[in-house]
Protein backbone atom coordinates (compact mmCIF):
# COMPACT_ATOMS: atom_id res chain seq x y z
CA UNK A 1 0.00 0.00 0.00
CA UNK A 2 2.81 2.19 0.86
CA UNK A 3 4.71 1.79 -2.42
CA UNK A 4 1.52 2.45 -4.39
CA UNK A 5 0.91 5.69 -2.41
CA UNK A 6 5.08 6.96 -3.47
CA UNK A 7 4.09 5.72 -7.06
CA UNK A 8 1.51 8.35 -6.80
CA UNK A 9 3.19 11.13 -5.40
CA UNK A 10 6.20 10.51 -7.71
CA UNK A 11 3.92 10.49 -11.01
CA UNK A 12 2.08 13.70 -9.72
CA UNK A 13 5.85 15.31 -8.35
CA UNK A 14 6.71 14.67 -12.41
CA UNK A 15 3.05 16.16 -13.88
CA UNK A 16 3.50 19.09 -12.03
CA UNK A 17 7.16 20.20 -12.55
CA UNK A 18 6.65 19.33 -16.39
CA UNK A 19 3.37 21.52 -16.79
CA UNK A 20 5.22 24.20 -14.94
CA UNK A 21 8.21 23.68 -17.46
CA UNK A 22 5.87 24.15 -20.53
CA UNK A 23 4.24 27.03 -19.28
CA UNK A 24 7.86 28.73 -18.93
CA UNK A 25 8.76 27.37 -22.25
CA UNK A 26 5.82 29.08 -23.79
CA UNK A 27 6.53 32.33 -22.08
CA UNK A 28 9.88 32.61 -23.13
CA UNK A 29 8.71 31.57 -26.98
CA UNK A 30 5.81 34.08 -26.63
CA UNK A 31 7.92 37.24 -24.98
CA UNK A 32 9.79 38.82 -27.91
CA UNK A 33 7.09 38.98 -30.60
CA UNK A 34 5.16 42.34 -30.24
CA UNK A 35 1.86 40.68 -31.36
CA UNK A 36 2.03 38.09 -28.19
CA UNK A 37 -1.03 38.26 -25.67
CA UNK A 38 0.91 35.79 -23.29
CA UNK A 39 3.76 37.92 -21.99
CA UNK A 40 3.93 36.47 -18.13
CA UNK A 41 3.73 33.12 -16.20
CA UNK A 42 0.32 34.52 -15.46
CA UNK A 43 -1.28 34.74 -18.95
CA UNK A 44 0.75 31.62 -19.45
CA UNK A 45 -1.58 29.75 -16.67
CA UNK A 46 -4.48 31.14 -17.80
CA UNK A 47 -4.64 30.13 -21.66
CA UNK A 48 -3.59 26.69 -20.30
CA UNK A 49 -6.26 26.35 -18.13
CA UNK A 50 -8.60 27.67 -20.34
CA UNK A 51 -7.56 24.96 -22.93
CA UNK A 52 -7.46 22.47 -20.79
CA UNK A 53 -10.83 22.96 -19.68
CA UNK A 54 -11.63 22.90 -23.47
CA UNK A 55 -13.51 26.23 -22.79
CA UNK A 56 -11.45 28.13 -25.49
CA UNK A 57 -11.93 31.70 -24.69
CA UNK A 58 -9.81 33.17 -27.48
CA UNK A 59 -8.85 35.95 -25.57
CA UNK A 60 -5.11 34.50 -24.54
CA UNK A 61 -3.45 32.74 -27.62
CA UNK A 62 -0.23 31.74 -28.48
CA UNK A 63 1.23 33.78 -31.96
CA UNK A 64 4.28 32.46 -32.64
CA UNK A 65 5.09 29.37 -34.24
CA UNK A 66 7.25 27.40 -31.29
CA UNK A 67 4.24 28.76 -28.58
CA UNK A 68 1.42 27.34 -31.32
CA UNK A 69 3.52 23.71 -30.94
CA UNK A 70 3.36 24.23 -27.06
CA UNK A 71 0.40 24.99 -27.24
CA UNK A 72 -0.55 22.33 -29.61
CA UNK A 73 0.94 20.12 -26.60
CA UNK A 74 -1.59 21.64 -24.17
CA UNK A 75 -4.82 20.47 -26.43
CA UNK A 76 -3.52 17.17 -26.63
CA UNK A 77 -2.68 17.07 -22.90
CA UNK A 78 -6.01 18.64 -22.62
CA UNK A 79 -8.02 15.39 -24.26
CA UNK A 80 -5.86 12.82 -22.18
CA UNK A 81 -6.06 14.93 -18.59
CA UNK A 82 -9.94 15.46 -19.25
CA UNK A 83 -10.80 11.31 -19.49
CA UNK A 84 -8.21 10.70 -17.03
CA UNK A 85 -10.18 13.13 -14.37
CA UNK A 86 -13.87 12.13 -15.52
CA UNK A 87 -12.64 8.54 -15.05
CA UNK A 88 -10.89 9.30 -11.56
CA UNK A 89 -13.68 10.83 -10.60
CA UNK A 90 -16.54 8.07 -11.48
CA UNK A 91 -14.12 5.77 -10.06
CA UNK A 92 -13.79 7.67 -6.62
CA UNK A 93 -17.66 7.63 -6.56
CA UNK A 94 -18.38 3.73 -7.38
CA UNK A 95 -15.04 2.75 -5.38
CA UNK A 96 -14.10 2.59 -2.23
CA UNK A 97 -13.13 5.84 -2.16
CA UNK A 98 -15.95 7.89 -2.12
CA UNK A 99 -17.36 5.46 1.34
CA UNK A 100 -13.78 5.84 2.91
CA UNK A 101 -13.36 9.41 2.10
CA UNK A 102 -16.46 9.66 3.79
CA UNK A 103 -15.93 7.51 7.29
CA UNK A 104 -12.96 10.72 7.64
CA UNK A 105 -15.52 12.71 9.15
CA UNK A 106 -17.73 10.39 11.13
CA UNK A 107 -14.40 9.28 12.93
CA UNK A 108 -15.90 10.27 16.50
CA UNK A 109 -19.17 8.24 16.07
CA UNK A 110 -19.46 4.27 17.20
CA UNK A 111 -18.31 2.15 13.91
CA UNK A 112 -19.72 -1.34 13.39
CA UNK A 113 -18.59 -3.48 10.43
CA UNK A 114 -19.69 -6.57 9.25
CA UNK A 115 -18.00 -8.46 7.16
CA UNK A 116 -21.09 -9.87 5.31
CA UNK A 117 -24.59 -8.65 4.60
CA UNK A 118 -26.78 -11.05 5.55
CA UNK A 119 -30.12 -11.16 7.62
CA UNK A 120 -28.60 -12.11 10.48
CA UNK A 121 -25.95 -8.97 10.21
CA UNK A 122 -28.95 -6.79 9.59
CA UNK A 123 -30.89 -7.88 12.30
CA UNK A 124 -28.19 -7.34 14.28
CA UNK A 125 -27.71 -3.85 12.73
CA UNK A 126 -31.03 -2.50 13.42
CA UNK A 127 -30.85 -3.38 16.72
CA UNK A 128 -28.16 -1.37 17.30
CA UNK A 129 -29.55 1.37 15.46
CA UNK A 130 -32.58 1.47 18.06
CA UNK A 131 -29.97 1.85 20.70
CA UNK A 132 -27.67 4.64 18.64
CA UNK A 133 -29.41 5.77 15.69
CA UNK A 134 -25.58 7.83 15.24
CA UNK A 135 -23.74 4.40 14.80
CA UNK A 136 -21.96 4.48 11.44
CA UNK A 137 -22.47 0.74 9.91
CA UNK A 138 -20.37 -0.44 7.35
CA UNK A 139 -20.83 -4.37 5.32
CA UNK A 140 -17.20 -5.31 3.90
CA UNK A 141 -18.38 -6.09 0.66
CA UNK A 142 -19.02 -4.32 -2.91
CA UNK A 143 -22.77 -2.60 -3.14
CA UNK A 144 -24.18 -5.73 -5.11
CA UNK A 145 -27.45 -5.11 -7.24
CA UNK A 146 -28.88 -8.44 -5.86
CA UNK A 147 -28.60 -7.40 -2.32
CA UNK A 148 -31.66 -5.28 -0.94
CA UNK A 149 -30.96 -1.90 -0.45
CA UNK A 150 -31.23 -1.40 3.83
CA UNK A 151 -33.63 1.28 4.81
CA UNK A 152 -31.34 2.64 7.16
CA UNK A 153 -28.06 4.81 6.39
CA UNK A 154 -24.95 2.29 5.77
CA UNK A 155 -21.50 2.11 3.68
CA UNK A 156 -20.64 -1.07 1.62
CA UNK A 157 -17.25 -0.93 1.58
CA UNK A 158 -15.04 -3.98 0.07
CA UNK A 159 -12.00 -2.93 2.24
CA UNK A 160 -10.11 -5.55 4.69
CA UNK A 161 -11.08 -4.84 8.14
CA UNK A 162 -7.47 -3.18 9.03
CA UNK A 163 -8.44 -0.69 6.59
CA UNK A 164 -11.22 0.68 8.60
CA UNK A 165 -9.43 0.00 11.95
CA UNK A 166 -6.93 2.62 10.37
CA UNK A 167 -9.13 4.91 9.19
CA UNK A 168 -11.20 5.32 12.62
CA UNK A 169 -7.40 6.40 14.07
CA UNK A 170 -8.18 5.56 17.45
CA UNK A 171 -10.81 8.00 17.72
CA UNK A 172 -13.65 7.87 20.07
CA UNK A 173 -14.60 4.15 20.87
CA UNK A 174 -13.06 1.37 19.69
CA UNK A 175 -14.17 -0.23 15.97
CA UNK A 176 -16.31 -3.22 16.54
CA UNK A 177 -16.13 -6.17 14.02
CA UNK A 178 -18.17 -9.12 13.43
CA UNK A 179 -18.27 -12.16 11.54
CA UNK A 180 -21.35 -13.92 12.26
CA UNK A 181 -21.19 -16.94 9.79
CA UNK A 182 -20.09 -20.11 11.99
CA UNK A 183 -16.03 -20.09 11.80
CA UNK A 184 -15.93 -17.63 9.41
CA UNK A 185 -12.74 -15.79 11.54
CA UNK A 186 -10.87 -19.18 10.23
CA UNK A 187 -11.93 -18.98 7.02
CA UNK A 188 -12.38 -15.34 5.90
CA UNK A 189 -8.96 -13.83 4.69
CA UNK A 190 -10.09 -10.38 6.16
CA UNK A 191 -9.43 -12.22 9.49
CA UNK A 192 -5.92 -12.44 9.10
CA UNK A 193 -4.22 -11.00 11.68
CA UNK A 194 -7.83 -9.54 13.40
CA UNK A 195 -6.47 -10.63 17.08
CA UNK A 196 -3.59 -7.89 16.33
CA UNK A 197 -6.01 -4.79 15.49
CA UNK A 198 -7.39 -2.33 18.28
CA UNK A 199 -10.99 -3.53 17.48
CA UNK A 200 -13.15 -5.59 19.20
CA UNK A 201 -14.09 -9.27 17.71
CA UNK A 202 -17.24 -10.95 17.63
CA UNK A 203 -17.53 -13.78 16.10
CA UNK A 204 -19.23 -16.87 15.61
CA UNK A 205 -18.10 -20.58 16.32
CA UNK A 206 -19.18 -23.67 16.53
CA UNK A 207 -16.04 -25.13 19.10
CA UNK A 208 -16.52 -24.36 22.97
CA UNK A 209 -14.01 -21.72 22.86
CA UNK A 210 -15.73 -18.65 24.21
CA UNK A 211 -12.38 -16.06 23.58
CA UNK A 212 -8.98 -16.65 21.49
CA UNK A 213 -7.45 -13.66 22.49
CA UNK A 214 -7.74 -10.26 24.28
CA UNK A 215 -9.81 -8.67 21.53
CA UNK A 216 -11.63 -11.56 20.20
CA UNK A 217 -14.91 -13.08 21.46
CA UNK A 218 -16.50 -15.68 20.25
CA UNK A 219 -20.04 -16.54 20.64
CA UNK A 220 -22.28 -19.53 20.15
CA UNK A 221 -25.75 -18.58 17.92
CA UNK A 222 -27.54 -21.94 19.89
CA UNK A 223 -26.00 -21.10 23.31
CA UNK A 224 -27.57 -17.30 22.76
CA UNK A 225 -31.33 -18.95 21.53
CA UNK A 226 -30.39 -20.66 24.92
CA UNK A 227 -30.13 -17.73 27.15
CA UNK A 228 -32.78 -15.73 25.29
CA UNK A 229 -34.88 -18.72 25.59
CA UNK A 230 -34.98 -19.34 29.81
CA UNK A 231 -34.66 -15.12 30.32
CA UNK A 232 -37.81 -14.52 27.83
CA UNK A 233 -39.64 -17.77 29.65
CA UNK A 234 -38.06 -18.48 32.92
CA UNK A 235 -40.09 -21.58 34.35
CA UNK A 236 -42.86 -20.83 36.87
CA UNK A 237 -42.97 -22.86 40.53
CA UNK A 238 -45.82 -24.99 39.23
CA UNK A 239 -43.58 -26.48 36.80
CA UNK A 240 -42.06 -29.71 37.25
CA UNK A 241 -41.15 -32.07 34.61
CA UNK A 242 -39.99 -30.23 31.70
CA UNK A 243 -39.59 -32.55 28.34
CA UNK A 244 -36.35 -31.38 25.92
CA UNK A 245 -36.93 -32.94 22.29
CA UNK A 246 -33.98 -32.92 20.27
CA UNK A 247 -30.40 -33.20 21.87
CA UNK A 248 -27.56 -31.93 19.43
CA UNK A 249 -26.81 -28.34 19.51
CA UNK A 250 -29.60 -25.90 20.22
CA UNK A 251 -31.16 -28.83 22.84
CA UNK A 252 -27.48 -29.20 24.94
CA UNK A 253 -27.70 -25.41 25.18
CA UNK A 254 -31.17 -25.40 26.63
CA UNK A 255 -30.52 -27.94 28.98
CA UNK A 256 -27.21 -26.36 30.01
CA UNK A 257 -28.51 -22.98 30.62
CA UNK A 258 -31.08 -24.33 32.84
CA UNK A 259 -28.54 -26.15 34.53
CA UNK A 260 -26.63 -23.20 35.39
CA UNK A 261 -29.37 -20.74 35.95
CA UNK A 262 -32.82 -22.43 36.76
CA UNK A 263 -32.29 -22.03 40.48
CA UNK A 264 -35.36 -19.77 42.08
CA UNK A 265 -36.02 -21.88 44.90
CA UNK A 266 -34.69 -24.58 47.65
CA UNK A 267 -38.13 -26.75 46.89
CA UNK A 268 -35.69 -28.45 44.19
CA UNK A 269 -38.25 -31.51 42.57
CA UNK A 270 -37.68 -30.31 38.70
CA UNK A 271 -37.39 -33.32 36.58
CA UNK A 272 -35.71 -32.67 32.60
CA UNK A 273 -36.85 -34.97 30.17
CA UNK A 274 -34.41 -35.17 27.89
CA UNK A 275 -34.57 -37.51 24.32
CA UNK A 276 -31.73 -37.48 21.86
CA UNK A 277 -28.75 -39.26 22.20
CA UNK A 278 -27.09 -38.17 25.37
CA UNK A 279 -24.02 -40.90 25.62
CA UNK A 280 -20.91 -37.50 24.75
CA UNK A 281 -22.90 -35.28 27.13
CA UNK A 282 -22.72 -37.75 30.08
CA UNK A 283 -19.50 -38.51 29.06
CA UNK A 284 -17.82 -35.58 29.05
CA UNK A 285 -19.95 -33.70 32.17
CA UNK A 286 -19.65 -37.16 34.43
CA UNK A 287 -19.93 -34.77 37.74
CA UNK A 288 -23.17 -34.00 37.03
CA UNK A 289 -24.74 -36.45 39.91
CA UNK A 290 -23.11 -34.50 42.24
CA UNK A 291 -25.86 -31.71 42.01
CA UNK A 292 -28.65 -33.84 40.08
CA UNK A 293 -30.56 -37.03 40.39
CA UNK A 294 -29.32 -38.46 37.11
CA UNK A 295 -31.66 -40.85 35.47
CA UNK A 296 -33.45 -41.38 38.35
CA UNK A 297 -35.19 -39.35 40.95
CA UNK A 298 -32.73 -38.15 44.24
CA UNK A 299 -34.63 -36.07 47.04
CA UNK A 300 -33.42 -33.04 47.62
CA UNK A 301 -32.19 -31.99 44.06
CA UNK A 302 -33.99 -31.69 40.24
CA UNK A 303 -33.25 -34.45 38.42
CA UNK A 304 -32.35 -35.26 34.38
CA UNK A 305 -34.14 -38.14 33.18
CA UNK A 306 -32.02 -39.15 29.77
CA UNK A 307 -34.67 -40.88 27.92
CA UNK A 308 -33.04 -44.04 25.31
CA UNK A 309 -36.07 -44.64 23.53
CA UNK A 310 -37.64 -42.10 21.05
CA UNK A 311 -39.81 -39.44 22.07
CA UNK A 312 -43.00 -40.60 20.08
CA UNK A 313 -43.06 -43.66 22.56
CA UNK A 314 -42.61 -41.79 25.86
CA UNK A 315 -46.93 -41.05 25.97
CA UNK A 316 -46.94 -41.12 29.32
CA UNK A 317 -43.93 -38.73 29.95
CA UNK A 318 -45.83 -36.23 27.21
CA UNK A 319 -49.08 -36.33 29.00
CA UNK A 320 -47.39 -35.61 32.63
CA UNK A 321 -45.48 -32.75 30.72
CA UNK A 322 -45.66 -29.65 31.97
CA UNK A 323 -43.86 -27.79 29.49
CA UNK A 324 -42.17 -29.38 26.16
CA UNK A 325 -39.43 -27.70 24.28
CA UNK A 326 -38.92 -28.94 20.76
CA UNK A 327 -35.28 -27.76 20.15
CA UNK A 328 -34.08 -29.80 16.69
CA UNK A 329 -31.23 -28.57 15.21
CA UNK A 330 -33.32 -28.82 11.89
CA UNK A 331 -36.04 -26.81 11.91
CA UNK A 332 -38.09 -28.38 9.95
CA UNK A 333 -37.96 -31.71 11.76
CA UNK A 334 -38.93 -29.41 14.43
CA UNK A 335 -42.12 -28.46 12.65
CA UNK A 336 -42.98 -31.83 12.26
CA UNK A 337 -41.97 -32.81 15.85
CA UNK A 338 -44.65 -30.31 17.24
CA UNK A 339 -47.74 -31.12 14.70
CA UNK A 340 -47.43 -34.57 15.85
CA UNK A 341 -47.36 -33.93 18.89
CA UNK A 342 -50.76 -31.68 18.79
CA UNK A 343 -51.94 -33.74 16.27
CA UNK A 344 -51.68 -36.95 17.71
CA UNK A 345 -50.74 -36.92 22.00
CA UNK A 346 -52.43 -36.02 25.27
CA UNK A 347 -50.49 -33.12 26.92
CA UNK A 348 -51.43 -30.68 29.63
CA UNK A 349 -48.49 -27.99 29.19
CA UNK A 350 -47.47 -25.55 26.81
CA UNK A 351 -44.86 -26.35 23.38
CA UNK A 352 -42.34 -23.75 22.94
CA UNK A 353 -40.68 -24.45 19.28
CA UNK A 354 -37.39 -23.06 18.20
CA UNK A 355 -37.76 -21.92 14.64
CA UNK A 356 -36.37 -19.39 12.38
CA UNK A 357 -39.91 -18.45 10.98
CA UNK A 358 -43.09 -17.66 13.13
CA UNK A 359 -46.59 -18.75 12.67
CA UNK A 360 -50.08 -18.01 14.44
CA UNK A 361 -50.81 -19.98 17.45
CA UNK A 362 -47.03 -20.79 18.03
CA UNK A 363 -45.37 -20.24 21.10
CA UNK A 364 -42.17 -20.40 19.11
CA UNK A 365 -38.28 -19.05 20.13
CA UNK A 366 -34.76 -19.25 18.42
CA UNK A 367 -35.56 -16.45 15.41
CA UNK A 368 -32.93 -13.93 14.22
CA UNK A 369 -34.57 -11.07 16.44
CA UNK A 370 -34.49 -12.93 19.33
CA UNK A 371 -30.73 -13.98 19.03
CA UNK A 372 -28.82 -11.65 17.03
CA UNK A 373 -29.28 -8.32 19.68
CA UNK A 374 -26.57 -6.41 21.26
CA UNK A 375 -27.24 -7.59 24.75
CA UNK A 376 -27.01 -11.38 23.29
CA UNK A 377 -23.89 -10.71 20.69
CA UNK A 378 -21.77 -8.02 22.75
CA UNK A 379 -23.14 -8.93 25.90
CA UNK A 380 -21.96 -5.50 27.46
CA UNK A 381 -23.99 -5.68 30.72
CA UNK A 382 -23.68 -9.44 31.06
CA UNK A 383 -19.75 -8.81 30.91
CA UNK A 384 -20.22 -5.86 32.85
CA UNK A 385 -21.76 -7.56 35.63
CA UNK A 386 -19.05 -10.29 35.55
CA UNK A 387 -16.01 -8.20 35.89
CA UNK A 388 -18.23 -6.21 39.23
CA UNK A 389 -18.53 -9.36 40.53
CA UNK A 390 -15.02 -10.15 40.40
CA UNK A 391 -14.31 -6.43 41.61
CA UNK A 392 -16.38 -7.54 44.54
CA UNK A 393 -14.50 -10.48 45.27
CA UNK A 394 -11.28 -8.38 44.86
CA UNK A 395 -12.38 -6.40 48.10
CA UNK A 396 -12.50 -9.14 50.40
CA UNK A 397 -10.08 -11.53 49.19
CA UNK A 398 -6.15 -10.39 49.29
CA UNK A 399 -3.86 -11.23 46.59
CA UNK A 400 -7.19 -12.03 44.18
CA UNK A 401 -6.84 -11.52 40.67
CA UNK A 402 -7.87 -8.65 38.01
CA UNK A 403 -10.24 -9.54 35.41
CA UNK A 404 -7.74 -9.74 32.55
CA UNK A 405 -5.68 -12.00 35.06
CA UNK A 406 -8.04 -14.75 35.73
CA UNK A 407 -7.91 -18.08 33.77
CA UNK A 408 -10.88 -19.34 31.24
CA UNK A 409 -12.37 -20.96 33.59
CA UNK A 410 -12.52 -18.59 36.28
CA UNK A 411 -14.32 -16.04 33.71
CA UNK A 412 -17.02 -18.53 33.25
CA UNK A 413 -17.99 -18.81 36.83
CA UNK A 414 -18.12 -14.96 37.05
CA UNK A 415 -20.27 -15.14 34.00
CA UNK A 416 -22.26 -18.02 35.47
CA UNK A 417 -23.04 -15.75 38.38
CA UNK A 418 -23.95 -12.86 35.98
CA UNK A 419 -26.38 -15.16 33.96
CA UNK A 420 -28.48 -15.68 37.17
CA UNK A 421 -28.82 -12.06 37.83
CA UNK A 422 -32.19 -12.57 36.08
CA UNK A 423 -33.73 -15.12 38.23
CA UNK A 424 -32.27 -13.29 41.61
CA UNK A 425 -33.66 -10.29 40.40
CA UNK A 426 -37.35 -12.07 40.08
CA UNK A 427 -36.94 -13.93 43.33
CA UNK A 428 -36.39 -11.10 45.36
CA UNK A 429 -39.37 -9.21 43.23
CA UNK A 430 -41.64 -12.19 44.07
CA UNK A 431 -41.51 -13.53 40.59
CA UNK A 432 -42.04 -10.83 38.66
CA UNK A 433 -40.94 -11.59 35.49
CA UNK A 434 -37.72 -9.24 34.56
CA UNK A 435 -37.15 -8.66 30.81
CA UNK A 436 -33.99 -6.38 31.31
CA UNK A 437 -31.11 -5.81 33.77
CA UNK A 438 -31.62 -1.63 34.24
CA UNK A 439 -30.94 0.45 37.46
CA UNK A 440 -34.63 0.32 38.84
CA UNK A 441 -34.82 -3.43 38.39
CA UNK A 442 -31.37 -3.80 40.42
CA UNK A 443 -32.25 -0.98 42.96
CA UNK A 444 -35.44 -2.46 43.94
CA UNK A 445 -34.64 -5.71 44.13
CA UNK A 446 -31.45 -4.74 46.40
CA UNK A 447 -33.35 -2.86 48.78
CA UNK A 448 -35.18 -6.19 49.08
CA UNK A 449 -32.06 -8.24 49.29
CA UNK A 450 -30.82 -6.06 51.99
CA UNK A 451 -34.72 -6.37 53.71
CA UNK A 452 -33.41 -10.09 53.75
CA UNK A 453 -30.06 -9.91 55.67
CA UNK A 454 -31.97 -8.51 58.42
CA UNK A 455 -34.48 -12.07 58.57
CA UNK A 456 -31.98 -15.37 59.26
CA UNK A 457 -34.17 -17.66 57.88
CA UNK A 458 -34.66 -15.39 54.62
CA UNK A 459 -31.10 -14.95 54.37
CA UNK A 460 -30.48 -18.37 54.24
CA UNK A 461 -33.18 -19.58 52.07
CA UNK A 462 -30.93 -16.80 49.36
CA UNK A 463 -27.91 -18.50 50.56
CA UNK A 464 -29.30 -21.96 49.66
CA UNK A 465 -30.32 -20.68 46.45
CA UNK A 466 -27.25 -19.33 45.36
CA UNK A 467 -25.10 -22.23 46.87
CA UNK A 468 -27.11 -25.10 44.65
CA UNK A 469 -26.43 -22.68 41.68
CA UNK A 470 -22.52 -22.08 42.38
CA UNK A 471 -22.54 -26.29 42.92
CA UNK A 472 -24.25 -26.83 39.98
CA UNK A 473 -21.66 -24.63 38.16
CA UNK A 474 -18.67 -26.54 39.05
CA UNK A 475 -20.62 -29.73 39.04
CA UNK A 476 -21.03 -29.22 34.99
CA UNK A 477 -17.46 -28.60 34.62
CA UNK A 478 -16.49 -31.56 36.69
CA UNK A 479 -15.16 -30.51 39.88
CA UNK A 480 -15.72 -32.73 43.08
CA UNK A 481 -15.07 -32.36 47.11
CA UNK A 482 -12.01 -31.99 48.25
CA UNK A 483 -10.57 -30.94 51.60
CA UNK A 484 -8.25 -28.00 49.51
CA UNK A 485 -9.14 -26.40 46.50
CA UNK A 486 -6.83 -27.49 44.27
CA UNK A 487 -7.30 -26.62 40.40
CA UNK A 488 -5.18 -29.03 38.04
CA UNK A 489 -7.47 -31.76 40.61
CA UNK A 490 -11.09 -29.67 39.73
CA UNK A 491 -11.24 -30.29 43.49
CA UNK A 492 -13.05 -27.22 46.30
CA UNK A 493 -14.03 -27.95 49.84
CA UNK A 494 -17.37 -26.27 49.38
CA UNK A 495 -18.81 -28.63 46.80
CA UNK A 496 -20.89 -30.33 49.27
CA UNK A 497 -24.12 -30.46 51.02
CA UNK A 498 -25.04 -26.41 52.07
CA UNK A 499 -25.70 -27.86 55.82
CA UNK A 500 -21.93 -29.35 56.08
CA UNK A 501 -20.50 -25.30 54.83
CA UNK A 502 -18.77 -23.55 57.68
CA UNK A 503 -20.74 -20.00 58.72
CA UNK A 504 -17.80 -18.51 56.63
CA UNK A 505 -18.49 -20.51 53.58
CA UNK A 506 -22.37 -19.76 53.83
CA UNK A 507 -21.83 -16.22 54.15
CA UNK A 508 -19.51 -16.57 50.97
CA UNK A 509 -22.38 -16.75 48.76
CA UNK A 510 -23.56 -13.20 49.60
CA UNK A 511 -21.49 -11.16 47.12
CA UNK A 512 -23.45 -12.94 44.30
CA UNK A 513 -26.80 -11.14 45.61
CA UNK A 514 -24.21 -8.31 46.76
CA UNK A 515 -23.65 -8.12 42.86
CA UNK A 516 -27.14 -6.84 42.37
CA UNK A 517 -26.22 -3.76 44.32
CA UNK A 518 -23.31 -3.20 42.72
CA UNK A 519 -24.76 -3.61 38.81
CA UNK A 520 -27.75 -0.73 40.53
CA UNK A 521 -24.63 1.78 40.88
CA UNK A 522 -23.37 0.98 37.27
CA UNK A 523 -26.26 1.52 35.47
CA UNK A 524 -27.42 4.50 37.12
Known sequence: MRKKKYRYLTAVIAFVLIYFLL??????????????????????????????????????????????????????LSMGLLVALVGSAVSFLTSEGFPMFRLSFMRKRAWYYFADFTSESDTLTRDIL???????????????????KPDYPCLFVNVSPARIV??????????KLFFLKENEIGTNLKAVDIHALDADVYASTTSGQEKMSGNIH???????????????????????????IGFCNYGQAVLERAILTNINDTDFDVTYHVFGD????LAIHNKLHIAFGINQRKKGFDSIIFHKEQWVNAHDVIAHADRIIVCEDDVQDGWDDMWQLRRYYNYRGRIDLRTNRTAPGVSYF????????VDQIVRTRLNDAARAMNDLYRKSVEDSLDWDELS?????SKI???DHLYMKIRILLNGKRVSAIDSENCRVAYEAFCKAKEDPEELDRLRRIEHARWVRFYAYYNWSYGDKRNDKRHENPMIRKYDMLTAGQKAYHDRAWELIGEMAKLLK
Do not use: M
Open 408 to 412: DQLKQ
Open 23 to 76: LEVLVICERNNPEAHIQTLGDALWYSLVTLATVGYGDVIPVSTPGHVVGGIFVI
Open 366 to 373: GTNEQIYT
Open 416 to 418: AVA
Open 218 to 244: FFHTYDCCARSYWRDHPLDRNEDNIVI
Open 130 to 148: RRDENAVIIYGIRRDDEIE
Open 278 to 281: SERF
Open 166 to 175: AQKRATGEKC
